[in-house]
């Protein structure tokens, strides 16, 4: 079980002491009863934080912004951030850490289990309780969410609620912390691949139209880039605006930027983005879902990045997210890693 | 009157060996089909997926990919990387429905002029029943 309060009394600790700028964490708005990212500056202001299974946003994304913080500052607050992880940020943390984008001395990680079952979905608990105003959600062991409601309080299974990629989550427990609660659990109810498997079976036009349809309905409002916590880079290929130009800049150079891809949201550019993004993000997108529940058209993006996820599994015996010392999956290779699709 | 298609393949060749392999066969006078057009980049290490996913949304209907044998790279392990990162290209592309024979690597030597021209005659003729690339193709 995780207690809240001891999370509270750390926050609170860590902040008097002045061991941390501020903590970023879970508060709860009182509007929808969901939790929304909140940043604590104030030990008073501890008691505020909360966890429970509205908890779904991955805070490591701040880290990215922390680190852009400090680089426009004149003279940065240069202590590190306390970060509230659950396992799936956690996950994105080491891979920060692995590709040395941040140090581990930045971050002072508390670490929150995820009370062996998981988050929710916030499309699924609106289903659930269909026009019901939220007033709360409570972790209820390992087969319930309680759930209140302006009717009242029901107990939901939280098979029927969880995020997807809670369903097939490969650790619910932070890997890295400074500080853990509650318990190392590993449960992938519905098994590590199980949203990719039965699509991989599909015939090649099948797929076609599947992907068609979906990538289709992308507007590139770059919602998915944004809620990225590994989509750090400064300047994005797919971006054709971003060429600095100064007074200096000739036309030529203008004329050369090179146009990856267009902006305008036809078929063939969408899919062009969505692929550099599942490539570029193969081997560290740890599957915290946050493309997916940023999407305002409900792409079904976590099944790109959980395909090259698999594969890295299942060609090269790569675990993302695990080992802030192991090299990044493109940036090492064995020589029995397999090559039968090469004449 | 119908002409039959010819499709139009990119290969990325690296420089010491698939490229000197595609020369070899050029002045061994060796035939094969004219589809294919040549780029050669430094190490097949270097190709970034971008590049071929660029192929293709250009209106290549197949890419080839050509690097040194494992252990001849003369950078000594990039086709090594090659090998991993268009792995993932290939599996990715399968996942989004592209058919699997239009994505394509091989290993071809300074020596192999003949296993070049034999990729290309293999890759043409799998490429002509699947008609124009047009699931990638940027339609402007």
């Known amino acids: ?343 | 009157m119908t002409e039959e298609f010819e499709p139009k393949i990119v290969a990325f060749l690296c420089k010491w060996c698939s490229s000197a392999g595609s020369d070899l066969a050029g002045v061994s006078r060796m035939e094969y089909p004219p589809n294919v057009v040549p780029i050669q980049v430094m190490c097949s290490g270097s190709i970034s997926p971008l590049y071929i996913l660029s192929a293709f949304n250009r209106g290549a209907d197949g890419v080839l990919v050509s690097g040194c044998h494992p252990g001849d790279c003369h950078y000594i392990k990039g086709n090594m990387y090659a090998r991993r990162k268009l792995a993932l290209v290939k599996k990715l592309l399968e996942h989004v429905g592209l058919e699997s024979q239009r994505f394509q690597m091989s290993w071809v030597s300074a020596a192999e002029g003949q296993k070049y021209t034999q990729i290309i005659k293999d890759l043409v003729q799998q490429l002509k029943p699947l008609g124009p690339q047009t699931k990638l193709r940027r339609i402007d």
């Open chain 1, 1 to 343: 079980m995780v207690k809240l309060e001891e999370l509270r009394k750390e926050a609170r600790r860590l902040l008097a002491e002045g061991e941390v700028r501020c903590i970023i964490g879970y508060l709860r708005n009182p509007a929808d009863g969901k939790a929304v990212p909140g940043f604590i500056r104030k030990p008073e202001e501890a008691d505020a934080l909360v966890w429970d299974p509205t908890c779904f946003h991955n805070l490591a994304r701040f880290l990215v912004d922390e680190k852009r913080r400090k680089a426009r500052e004149k003279n940065p607050d240069t202590r590190p951030v306390g970060l509230v992880v659950k396992g799936c940020d956690s996950r994105a943390v080491v891979v920060l850490l692995q590709e040395k984008f941040i140090e581990r001395g930045d971050v002072v990680l508390l670490g929150l289990s995820c009370e062996k079952t998981g988050v929710v979905d916030e499309r699924k608990l609106a289903k659930a309780v269909p026009g019901r105003a939220l007033r709360q959600v409570e972790f209820g062991g390992e087969e319930e969410f309680l759930v209140t409601t302006e009717d009242g309080q029901v107990r939901i299974p939280a098979g029927d609620v969880l995020a997807d990629r809670c369903l097939e989550c490969p650790a619910n427990f932070p890997v890295l912390s400074d500080w853990l609660q509650g318990e190392k659990t590993k449960r992938a109810p519905a098994g590590l691949f199980a949203s990719v498997e039965p699509f991989e079976a599909r015939s090649t036009e099948e797929k076609w139209d599947f992907w068609l349809t979906q990538l289709r309905k992308c507007v590139r409002c770059y919602a998915c880039r944004s809620v990225c916590p590994m989509c750090y880079c400064d300047e994005c290929v797919v971006d054709t605006i971003n060429l600095a130009v100064t007074p200096d800049t000739t036309a030529e150079e203008k004329a050369q930027k090179i146009r990856w891809v267009e902006k305008s949201p036809v078929d063939s550019e969408n899919i062009f983005y969505h692929l550099v993004r599942a490539l570029h993000l193969a081997g560290r997108c740890v599957d915290c879902g946050e493309c997916e529940r940023a999407c305002p058209v409900n792409i079904p993006l976590r099944q790109l990045n959980k395909k090259m996820e698999k594969e890295a599994k299942t060609l090269f015996g790569y675990d993302v997210g695990f080992d802030p010392d192991t090299p990044a999956l493109i940036s090492c290779f064995r020589d029995e890693d397999p090559q039968d699709f090469i004449r």
